[in-house]
């Protein structure tokens, strides 16, 4: 078969086979080009770990979250040596005055989210949600003091 290909139509014998290389040529470059992509996603990957192994360190010796009120440095001593957990501060079973003003603080930021997450699941975006949430929080805060 390949004979008789060969002598009735060289032409189309000679395109085949140049359409056969171009297409091996194509090939290989874009195994050469997702290598590379590859190589380039590994290291970004790579740094995120690398930050988010840092973060829990950061995070310790960092600065408050912005609108934390002044006792949260104090708290977030408090449970690092052991006298309670996060989970008590967030149930509210600390007796610690500080950790109450905290978890006051932490609950209003939840409620935000909460109000927000209901937002989007009536079709707001994400900082529309966020931003409608905030501001039905700090009117009922203001409306009740």
Same mark, same amino acid.
């Given at each position: 078969? /390949?004979?008789? =290909?060969?002598?009735?139509?060289?032409? $189309?014998?000679?395109?085949?086979?140049?359409?056969?290389?171009? =297409?091996?040529?194509? $090939?290989?470059?874009? =195994?050469?080009? $997702?290598?590379?992509?590859?190589?380039?996603?590994?290291?970004?990957?790579?740094?995120?770990?690398?930050?988010?192994?840092?973060?829990?360190?950061?995070?310790?010796?960092?600065?408050?979250?912005?609108?934390?009120?002044?006792?949260?440095?104090?708290?977030?001593?408090?449970?690092?040596?052991?006298?309670? /957990?996060?989970?008590?501060?967030? #149930?509210?079973?600390?007796?610690?005055?500080?950790?109450?003003?905290?978890?006051?603080?932490?609950? #209003?930021?939840?409620?935000? $989210?909460?109000?927000?997450?209901?937002?989007?699941?009536?079709?707001?975006?994400?900082?529309?949600?966020?931003?409608?949430?905030?501001?039905?929080?700090?009117?009922?805060?203001?409306?009740?003091?």
């Amino acid at each position: 078969m /390949t004979y008789r =290909f060969r002598y009735m139509l060289p032409g $189309l014998a000679q395109d085949v086979h140049d359409m056969s290389r171009d =297409f091996l040529a194509r $090939l290989e470059e874009g =195994f050469v080009s $997702l290598e590379g992509w590859r190589g380039r996603t590994r290291a970004m990957y790579d740094e995120v770990e690398a930050r988010e192994a840092a973060a829990p360190e950061e995070a310790e010796a960092g600065a408050a979250p912005d609108g934390a009120p002044p006792q949260y440095d104090a708290v977030r001593a408090r449970v690092a040596q052991g006298d309670y /957990t996060w989970d008590d501060v967030m #149930s509210a079973e600390a007796q610690d005055p500080d950790a109450r003003a905290v978890h006051v603080w932490l609950d #209003s930021r939840v409620d935000v $989210l909460r109000r927000a997450w209901r937002e989007m699941e009536r079709g707001a975006g994400v900082d529309e949600a966020v931003a409608a949430a905030e501001r039905d929080v700090e009117r009922e805060r203001k409306g009740r003091s």
